[in-house]
């Protein structure tokens, strides 16, 4: 991008000092502007909130022309961080910390932006498109949603309105295309449709973003997207468009007529597995498919039995459900993308199948705690008949096909490093229940999730060697 003035040379010494003392001094006086309009007139704190938000954004969005070091920005960003995390340990600076919720964002937003700043390195355009999502975005929608918003979903004891959502989706929207098209650097069609695909998944993101995380994991999720979509053509990206599409409107299809989820889990359902399509390929999609198919019938068959709680999972379930998959399918692609000379020929998809067996052992944990609800009574009084039971109906509803779909195929060293991370998570899970003696607390995902991750490690050195990887 060229600008439309001269700037002094950036590197030197001097210049990086002056710039960043004036940088400085800009973020103070925003500071100071903020608590004088919070002495003076007493607004709602979310204004005087977003209003070091916009102005900040606003003040770091041309540091890529600014600065040439690093080491400058990560001074600024170490000092403000500083700055906000001693003021609000004080009890000062209520202007940014006087909002009712709790949230860290204050500490993320000079994180994301230092993050921005070195990622986005060569690529100013990309750190401006980023920094623009986060502080217009996400203050239009704030802004928006707590003043207009009637249709409220939670998440997690926070709250969202879709009226925020919506505007968050629009504002986005031309936050990402405007820039893409006045560069010039990407076809008209292509950047219409990065610009829907990349808005559509950092609305999902910041709706079920919790404690102010948005302000971190927007602004990376929207340059990770930028630098992976761009190279494309409109083809490549309309298709995943559609795959998205078509993924979501089936997971809220299924989330409004089951209710097993509520607005926020049907996001991260529907992120998650866009997700292991988009990184991996359509196969990657039957197990967590056949997973979620077998777990709503499993759970409808024990609704008739002893009624359930209606009440859908958020979030929270949804991330421990699916964090050990979500790591195998980014660790796989990242594999392959940056040491695919690591790999002998013809060997692809080395995580697949300790992906469908991570899977299968969470289908198995998640009936296993159905079984337990159904009973009324502590998982540490199920019979080892019944845990064996729910591994053996996990491996043989999820493992076979989706080896069958996967690369190499159905082989006897795959189904036996599949069979060996079900049947291992769930001893280690029944194991661990009886130990802890927890039942229906936040906890149990949290140790389902554990359990899969600690089995899927001892099994994966094993399966490594065995396609002779290492």
């Not at 909130?49 to 070091?69: C, E």
């Not at 996001?267 to 997700?275: N, R, V």
Request: hydrophobic fraction near 55%; charge should be positive.
């Amino acid at each position: 991008m060229i600008l439309p003035f001269a700037l002094p040379p950036v590197g030197s010494l001097p210049g990086e000092a002056i710039r960043g003392a004036a940088l400085g001094a800009l973020f103070l006086a925003i500071f100071a502007a903020a608590e004088l309009w919070r002495m003076a007139r007493h607004p709602d704190p979310e204004w005087t909130r977003k209003l070091v938000h916009v102005g900040g954004g606003l003040a770091v969005a041309p540091i890529p022309w600014l600065f040439g070091s690093a080491w400058t920005v990560l001074a600024l960003g170490a000092a403000f961080a500083g700055i906000l995390w001693g003021t609000r340990r004080v009890g000062w600076l209520r202007s940014v910390h006087g909002v009712a919720r709790r949230s860290e964002g204050g500490i993320y937003f000079p994180v994301s932006v230092c993050a921005l700043y070195l990622l986005a390195h060569g690529r100013p355009l990309f750190f401006l498109v980023s920094l623009l999502v986060l502080v217009v975005a996400d203050t239009a929608a704030a802004l928006v949603g707590s003043r207009y918003g009637r249709l409220v979903y939670p998440v997690e004891g926070d709250r969202r309105t879709l009226e925020g959502s919506a505007v968050f989706f629009a504002t986005a929207f031309l936050c990402v295309g405007a820039p893409l098209l006045a560069s010039g650097t990407t076809e008209p069609v292509a950047a219409v449709l990065i610009a829907a695909q990349l808005a559509l998944v950092v609305t999902f993101l910041e709706g079920i973003s919790l404690r102010g995380s948005d302000n971190l994991v927007v602004p990376l999720a929207t340059l990770y997207l930028m630098v992976k979509m761009t190279p494309h053509d409109a083809a490549w990206i309309g298709s995943q468009l559609a795959a998205q599409l078509a993924i979501t409107g089936a997971v809220f299809l299924l989330a409004i007529r089951l209710r097993f989820v509520r607005a926020s889990g049907a996001m991260a359902l529907s992120l998650t597995l866009y997700g292991a399509y988009s990184l991996g390929g359509g196969a990657w999609l039957v197990a967590p498919g056949l997973c979620l198919g077998a777990f709503l019938a499993f759970r409808a068959a024990s609704a008739r039995r002893a009624p359930l709680a209606r009440v859908g999972f958020q979030v929270r379930a949804m991330f421990w459900a699916g964090i050990v998959a979500a790591v195998l399918f980014i660790a796989n692609n990242a594999l392959e993308t940056l040491v695919p000379a690591a790999f002998r020929p013809g060997v692809r998809d080395v995580l697949y199948v300790p992906f469908v067996g991570a899977v299968a052992a969470q289908l198995a944990a998640l009936c296993l705690a159905l079984v337990e609800h159904r009973r009324g009574a502590p998982l540490a009084r199920a019979t080892r008949l019944t845990a064996a039971g729910a591994a053996a109906a996990g491996f043989a509803l999820v493992v076979p096909a989706a080896l069958a779909v996967g690369t190499g195929g159905v082989t006897a060293a795959g189904l036996a490093a599949s069979a060996g991370i079900c049947f291992g998570s769930l001893a280690l899970y029944r194991g661990t229940r009886r130990v802890r003696g927890t039942s229906h607390t936040h906890w149990d995902g949290r140790l389902q999730a554990l359990s899969v991750a600690c089995a899927t490690a001892l099994v994966l050195p094993l399966h490594l060697h065995a396609i002779g990887v290492v």
